[in-house]
């Protein structure tokens, strides 16, 4: 059967799925000779690259192997090398023609055995086809590696733009406020599987990436709250930096546990009376003072950051263990009752610093010569103890039987470290031997009062002083 017209060549094809193998035969169709492989990239691209194959190697028709089953069935290969050759002869304008090829390659091996070659040498099998003609394949092998690459790259840009998209993006799923608490040892899986169940975050995974981004930063332990919408990068930022949440008690010099208790129920740690139970309780400081009613004047002046689960003994705690580091720092030989107590009475009696010597020293000056100190802030105390107090001094007051009337039993304020370095040492006040110097505060200034002894009293009489009168 005649193929094609005499004198035509014929473009023989291979077709695979990932190249085409080719060979063209002499214009008499009677010797063939091997062409470099056709890497298959589309069916578009290999048609064309076929039809300018035939025409610059002036070819007059098509030879395809058409792959059919030993039954003599064909199969899906057979049908699509059919639709193939059926859009290349459409688009070429040549005849294609279908061999059947069962058993060719048992015969071409017949073939190459009798004539002496190894199978081994046979050209370019199992090797890429850039070996075989390296200057006609490395342009292709150039391209297709650089399409490759090019995929990876946009796939990778892809990514970063999509985890970059769920870092940034703001996300609430909890109402007004929520509050998440890390312990100490928190891992960052566990740490992100809270944040996620708290609806901080849409996902742990959005954590975890926030966290692979910054593999160095330590997360900080403590309870955070979260008021508003916030991306994972910012979520991470501020565990990260330890913006834990905490209320701010501030304790003044001068201000007594009634104060510290009010203080306190304002901002919602707890109520007044359970902190007044704690503080009723001197245990914590039972070493340093076995004769204290109470923690009065132990619970030191400063701000301190509390949680929202602190209790009242825990807050007593921290307080008295500042009092201890700041009377160790003193270093004082003296008692620390009678000294936090005298501290506590000068505190309350002076307005300026420079007052608070003198104001010692006649107190100081009152108890060696056995006078009363006629101190208006403890009589105010005692009406606090007493639940009686009601802005003003009133003269049942005055004549009250509470202790704290005269030299108060415990102390009447928390105590600052300058107040207890004028009670460890007071100066010397008054300038004669039968005169008692009286110093009082109001209004930021200090008036003094000097009363000569009457009534011609021996020098050294122990006797109560007569009260002195203000001038």
Known sequence: MELTEPHSRILALDLGKRRIGLAISDPLGVTAQGLPN??????????????????????????????INMSGNEGRQSAWVREFAGALERRTGLPVTLWDERLTSVEAGRVLRSSGISIQKRAGRGRPAFRRN???????????????????????????????????????AFGAETFVEFPRGTGSRALAAALAQAGVIRSRWDFLLARALSPSRVLRAGEYRFTRPASPLDVFDRIARGDSF?????????RNMFDIAAAAANLGLFTAPKFL???????????????????????????????????????????????????????????????????????????????????????VNRLRLGMTLDCDPSTIYAALVEARYSGAIHRSDLESGNPYNTLPPS??????????????????????????????????????????????RPPGCRRPVPPCQEK
């Open 38 to 67: 056709l890497d298959r990239t589309n069916k578009r691209a290999d048609l064309d690259a076929l039809e300018r194959l035939a025409r610059d190697r002036e070819a007059g028709s098509f030879l395809m192997g058409n792959p």
């Open 134 to 172: 390296p200057a006609a394949e490395l342009p292709r092998f150039v391209m297709k590696l650089a399409r490759r690459l090019g995929i990876a790259i946009l796939a990778i840009v892809a990514a970063a733009g999509w985890c970059g998209w769920r870092l940034t993006r703001p996300y609430q």
């Open 246 to 254: 905490y209320y701010a008690l501030v304790v003044p010099e001068g």
């Open 411 to 456: 102390r009447l304020a928390a105590w600052p470290d300058r107040q207890s370095r004028f009670g460890c040492h007071p100066r010397r006040a008054g300038a004669g031997r039968y005169r008692c110097s009286l110093f009082r505060a109001a209004s930021g200034w200090l008036r003094r009062a000097s009363v000569f002894q009457q009534h011609g």
């Open 277 to 363: 139970d704690a503080a009723r309780d001197p245990a914590l400081i039972r070493d340093l003072d076995p004769d204290a009613p109470t923690l009065e004047g132990y619970l030191f002046p400063s701000t301190y950051h509390v949680g929202r689960h602190t209790t009242p003994a825990a807050l007593c705690r921290i307080m008295t263990a500042r009092f201890r580091d700041a009377w160790s720092k003193l270093g004082g030989a003296a008692s620390v009752h009678r000294t936090v107590t005298l501290a506590s009475l000068v505190e309350k009696e002076s307005k300026l610093p420079d007052e608070r010597p003198r104001v010692a020293a006649v107190f």
